[in-house]
């Protein structure tokens, strides 16, 4: 249990927040998430966890393992984007000594280390062509070769593939192979981006403060009304991870009392400026005239609300959320000031 203590855990399995150490959440679309885990995690069914990056989906591939019969075996992560593509067949599979230049010794593939266990198989999405028929064969058949090797080995593993693309559309693409995405995916778990899944954001921000306050000894007190409204409205691109460093970051510079808006990060404050543009008057020095700079407000969204619906009387008194008749004589009055004005002008 590397980030969520004990007691959190067992308090927060009470309140429906976490049903697995670590995984944070009461959204509508977690706790879909958390229900279906927990009803496929031992099956031993294939799945593929997709969704943004940092929305948790290492984190939930790893949980799948955890509460499936293998959780005693090895949960082996192999990043299939990231391997060089000369190493990536012995990566997974292997290789007998001698097989290539500089394998002085045998090497096991992560299939190989995998056995018994899960393996996890990491942006899924960017894997080779070549590569997808070699996995192809092993979860059909169970077996391969190593790299240089004649002797067949037999595995047994089940796969969570990860990816942040949609699979089905690289399957129309031809860029992922049909036969493999069927074998793969007989069970798809959606983890939705934070944005989608606001009421996450409270917790979250609580659960890493909390987390990080013990892990780097601060003891800072919370967020204030407006710094989480803030959080709450940002559209989080990169996900949990990304509110997670913030978090860290914030206790790592502040230290100790609340954390306010003034402490966030002002592209932060800026969206939250562009969604709900502050509309405070100043009031001058010398005063102002309270009816005048009312009627002026006033006359202003009316002027904009015929402007939007293109003079619709209708229309624009609904946007105002007032009667027709009470706009038209709004509007007559606004007509006659004007013309009186006009008129005393002239
Ligand atoms: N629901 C959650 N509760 C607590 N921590 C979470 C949650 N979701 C994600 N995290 C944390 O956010 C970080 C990112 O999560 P993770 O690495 O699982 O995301 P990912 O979807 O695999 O991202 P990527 O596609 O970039 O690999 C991790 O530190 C993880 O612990
Ligand atoms: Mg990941």
């Known amino acids: 249990m590397d980030s969520f203590g004990e007691t959190e855990h067992e308090n927060a ?4 927040i976490t049903r697995f150490p670590g995984i944070v959440g009461q959204s509508d679309a977690m706790r879909r998430a958390f229900d ?3 009803k496929v995690a031992d099956s031993d069914s294939n799945i593929v966890v997709t969704g943004e990056t940092g929305t948790g989906k290492g984190l939930l591939a790893r949980a799948i393992h955890q509460y499936s019969h293998r959780c005693d075996k090895p949960f082996v992560q192999i990043n299939c984007s990231a391997i060089p593509e000369n190493l990536v067949e012995s990566e997974f599979f292997g290789h007998v000594r001698g097989a290539f230049t500089g394998a002085t010794t045998a090497k096991p593939g992560r299939f190989e280390i995998a056995d018994g266990g899960t393996i996890c198989l990491d942006e899924i999405g ?17 077996e391969f070769e190593p790299v240089g090797g004649i002797k067949t080995v037999q595995i047994d593993v089940r796969v969570v593939a990860v990816t942040q693309h949609d699979l089905e559309k690289a399957v129309e693409l031809g860029r992922f192979r049909e036969d493999l995405f069927f074998r793969l995916c007989v069970i798809p778990i959606i983890l939705p981006a934070l944005r989608d899944r606001r009421s996450d954001i409270p917790l979250l921000v609580s659960h890493f403060l909390q987390h990080f306050n013990a892990a780097k000894k601060k ?9 989480l409204s803030i959080l709450y409205h940002y559209p989080w691109p990169g996900n949990v991870r990304e509110l997670k460093n913030l978090v860290e970051r914030l206790v790592v510079l502040k230290r100790e009392g609340v954390i306010t808006a003034r402490d966030l990060p002002e592209k932060m404050r800026d969206t939250m400026e562009c969604r709900f543009p502050s509309r405070k008057p100043e009031l001058p020095a010398d005063g102002i005239c309270l009816n005048s700079a009312l009627s002026e407000f006033e006359r ?3 002027y904009q609300s015929l402007e939007k619906t293109n003079g619709v009387k209708k229309k624009a008194a609904e946007l105002l959320n007032i009667k027709r008749t009470t706009l038209v004589e709004k509007i007559k009055r606004y007509h006659s000031e004007t013309s009186t004005l006009e008129e005393s002008a002239g």
């Not at 399995?13 to 429906?16: I, N």
């Not at 960017?126 to 058949?141: A, G, H, P, S």
């Open 13 to 16: 399995c009470q309140d429906g």
């Open 126 to 142: 960017d894997m080779n062509l070549d590569l997808q028929v070699k996995i192809l064969r092993v979860l059909e058949e169970r």
């Open 300 to 302: 202003t969204l009316i």
């Open 36 to 38: 279906l885990v927990e």
């Open 219 to 227: 003891c800072l007190e919370g967020f204030s009304e407006e710094a």
